[in-house]
């Protein structure tokens, strides 16, 4: 069976609070670890996605409507699905420290990053399904 879950794919969260969110695979891991027996993936995702700019919008209203709010999660294989979309990799292994799902500390950080990271993707104008609401 082709490996098709790779980081840098897009997919959509099924299950839990971030259900019909878009997220990107940071790592995967096929075979499972001690702790998590199961294949399970690292996501960066979207989790408020930036609201609709106006020619009327002052700079401050339209840098506070554009913002980009990120979650980081580890979910198991069976409650994502995936896209045909995928990001050019900038690396996700950096932007997301080894730690952060289990460090509160390590994950604010990687959590600054990937918002960070997001938020020029967004204005760059790359990507714009990824950062457009899910509407089903």
Known sequence: MPKFLKPGKVVIVLKGKHAGK???IVKEFDNGTKQRPYPHAVLAGVDKAPKRVKKTMSRKKVAKQSRVFPFLKVVNYQHVMPTRYSFSEPDWKNLVAKKAA???????????RLRAEFQNRYKAGQKK?????LRF
């Open 129 to 133: 399904w990824f950062f457009s609401k």
């Open 22 to 24: 878009k997220a990107v």
């Open 102 to 112: 289990t460090d509160p500390s390590q994950k604010r950080q990687s959590l600054r």
